[in-house]
């Protein structure tokens, strides 16, 4: 285990200590997915792909998301089983990015390493789970997070580290041990995200459409028009920032997923996000 100046910076070194960029790499992300995993492969000299391929040849590291940005879909134990059947066939490295795992709504989301002990896999060979203090305790700007698992993967992680000089400062590691040590503030930050979801989601109606996602802060909404121009014109025309699904996602198989999906982060006070939605929607009706 390692403590680490945020899960993104982690999320990109830690490809480069696991590509061998002297053979064919290939790199599975998700699709719609946080951007880094297709930047941390190309850096490393691998080529992203994007959802799970027919053919997994050359494939040396697969991202998962759950709870997924920006969908909030939850991995089950069986699609864990699943992964780790195939990591087992074909060698890969799994990275499982789970910054949103305490920001749940039903059940908490099963965690890779649970997985993992749970399927009697005790040594997470080829396994590294990746954690963060920024949605737990709100705190994004404190850069705190830590990775956990295959003690031989971290070990080159923890050497390439001394390299590049990413040391977490002791402040930093103290103010980090206080807000691992308190749930108290983890649940108020679930209560108020169920609140803001129970506040925004029914204002959405038609021609808009989206659902109360399993876990995480977003909203994957559906959009009549283009994403880019709905987004355009709602900042333009009634000044709310939403991002684009595009932006998030890439073709593949003839299908782009973030077509016509915005995705609206519930970081802001209750009053403001239902203030956006209440304008999002008088915009979706003059369409
Ligand atoms: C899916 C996902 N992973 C990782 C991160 C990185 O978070 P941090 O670097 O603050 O831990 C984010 C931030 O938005 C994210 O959405």
Same mark, same amino acid.
């Given at each position: 285990? $390692? ?23 290939? +790199? ?9 995993? /297709? ?12 959802? =799970? ?6 494939? #040396? ?40 795992? /305490?920001?749940?709504?039903? /059940?908490?989301?099963?965690?890779? &390493? ?13 396994? +590294? ?5 920024? =949605? ?16 031989? $993967? ?15 400062? &002791?402040?930093? !590691? ?19 995200? @169920?609140? =803001?979801? =129970?506040?925004?989601?029914? &204002?959405?109606?038609?021609? &808009? ?11 994957? $909404? ?28 890439? /073709?593949?198989?003839? %299908? ?7 995705? %609206?982060?519930?970081?802001?006070? #209750? ?10 929607? !008088?915009? @979706?009706?003059?369409?």
């Amino acid at each position: 285990m $390692l403590p680490v100046n945020g899960s993104r910076e982690a999320l990109f070194a830690f490809a480069q200590t696991v590509i061998d960029p002297t053979h064919p790499a290939r +790199v599975v992300c998700p699709n719609p997915f946080y951007q880094i995993y /297709e930047g941390a492969a190309l850096l490393a000299g691998a080529t992203p792909v994007y959802g =799970k391929p027919d053919d997994w040849s050359g494939v #040396q590291l697969v991202y998962a998301c759950s709870p997924s940005n920006p969908s909030g879909n939850v991995m089950s134990l069986e699609e864990w089983r699943s992964l780790f059947e195939l990591s087992e066939r074909h060698g890969f490295v799994i990275a499982s990015d789970e910054c949103y795992s /305490e920001i749940y709504f039903g /059940e908490p989301p099963l965690g890779a &390493l649970e997985a993992a002990f749970k399927l009697n896999r005790r040594n997470h060979e080829r396994l +590294v789970v990746f954690s963060s203090l920024s =949605k737990r305790s709100n705190a994004p700007g404190m850069r705190s997070g830590f990775v956990a698992g295959d003690a031989a $993967l971290l070990k080159n992680f923890l050497l390439y580290r001394t390299y590049h000089g990413s040391a977490m400062s &002791l402040a930093v !590691q103290q103010a980090s041990v206080a807000a691992w040590s308190d749930e108290a503030h983890v649940r108020e930050n679930r209560r108020l995200y @169920a609140e =803001k979801f =129970k506040a925004v989601l029914p &204002l959405v109606r038609h021609p &808009l459409q989206a659902q109360m996602p399993q876990g995480g802060f977003y909203l994957w $909404l559906r959009t009549p028009i283009d994403e880019c121009d709905f987004a355009r014109r709602l900042h333009a025309e009634y000044n709310v920032l939403v991002l684009p699904g595009s932006y998030l996602a890439r /073709e593949a198989g003839g %299908i782009n997923p973030g077509r016509h999906r915005v995705r %609206i982060a519930l970081v802001a006070p #209750q009053a403001e996000c239902v203030e956006a939605m209440g304008r999002m929607m !008088q915009f @979706a009706r003059d369409l």
